[in-house]
Each structure stands twice: as structure tokens, then as C-alpha cells.
């Protein structure tokens, strides 16, 4: 039988003090990318209600324990709507908008928000919301304002208006009643721009700038489909 001496050989076993240090520092440094990667910062999602989709934006800035949340519902029109309690437990996250009341409770998990929002006589409505993270890629001022194109899809034609600005592109489709999602992975190399619309749309666009115009494909799904965007001047704020 073996013994138990040999069973814990190197069990108790005196480290080097370099590698000590070593390991502290790694442990340091995970606490502060934990704290650092919190549920602080900005969310999108779709929400379904009876009368359609409505693309919702939520806020979150501060500390996990003590966070500050607005929220947008672009297509109303509606920006900055304040949360009148917050709070965020456990990977667990609840709010409160009194003035729409409306509450809302879901969980973060490998970083998605998935949850539901709940109105007085109503049932809950689900919602996925993803983090909208900050373009990596300059995006040059000449490329700043609103365009606008047609995709022929295969129910037929889906216009679509893309406004972009120095930090973000934000994307309406109007056939479709949706209004502000933030496109995601932009990128953008001498007269090329590339960006994706994160699920639930699950697609993405590539096109060459050409004076007013950006020829390009919008896929989705199995679908890669022509798309040109003509510049149509005003820039969304």
C-alpha cells in the first residue's frame, strides 16, 4: 500500500520566494480585471411586445455596488430615462423606472444580460442584452453623417439608414421598426468600413467608400445580399 507520505510528496513543498511574488501579482491583477470587466457600461437588445420590436439601450455607470442606470428606447424618441433603483447582486441585476412603471430583473452570465422587463397588467417580456463595445478603429469625419440604402431581401425590400459619427455607427431599419442598434467589430482601413449588428440580427456589412457612395454586401443568415449606401447629409446625435 502507499503511503501517505508519498501520496502528499511536494504537497507542503516551500515555494521559491520569486515565484511567490509571481503568483501574488497574478492574483492582484485578476482582481482588477474582475472589477475592471464588471456590468458597468452599455447594452443593447431587442425587446418583444405586442405591437413589434423595440430596440432598448441601458446604462450603467459606477461601481457593481453602486451603479447609476438610464435607459433609451430610440424609436420613441426616449433617451436617458433614469433608473429610481438599481441594484446588482450575485450576477444578478434589478431596476426600477417608476415613471414608465416598469422593472426589470435578469442575470449576467458570459457576458450577457439575459432578463425581463415587466409593466403593471402586463406580462413579462423577454430581452437579451449585449454589451455594445467601443470602436477600436478611428472613424474618419468624412465619413460622419446619415446613409441610406435598399436591401433586396427575400421578402422583399428593407431600407436601411446607417449614421455614423467619430465613436459609433448606429443603424435604423425602417421596414422593421427598428430604431438605434449600435453596430459592433467596426472597422475602418483607408476606403473600406466593416461592421456587424450582434444578435439578435445576427449580420454585418462590407463596403468600399466611393465619393457619396458606399458599395457593399449586407449578410444575414445564408444571405449575402448588395447593399449601397448614398450619403444623405445630417448626422444623428
Known sequence: MRSNRDGNRG?????????VVIRILVLALGFVQAGLCGISGDWQGLLDYPAGKLVLV?????????LVATVDSPLQGLYQIPADYVNFHDDELRLRITQWKVQ???????GTIRGAFSQVGQAHLPVTLK???PSSSRIPESLAGAWSGTV?????PVRMVIHVSSAAIVVDIPDQAIAGFHA???????????????????ASYQGKVAGQEI???FSQYDYSLPLILKNTGGQKQ
Open 11 to 19: 504537497f507542503l513543498r516551500v515555494l521559491p520566494a520569486s515565484i
Open 58 to 66: 441601458l446604462h450603467l455607470k459606477g461601481a457593481d455596488e453602486d
Open 104 to 110: 426589470f430583473a435578469g442575470e449576467l452570465d458570459d
Open 131 to 133: 454589451r455594445i463595445e
Open 152 to 156: 433586396e431581401g427575400p421578402a422583399g
Open 184 to 202: 459592433v467589430s467596426i472597422a475602418v482601413a483607408s476606403n473600406e468600413i466593416r461592421f456587424e449588428l450582434p444578435p439578435p440580427l445576427f
Open 215 to 217: 458599395r457593399g454586401t
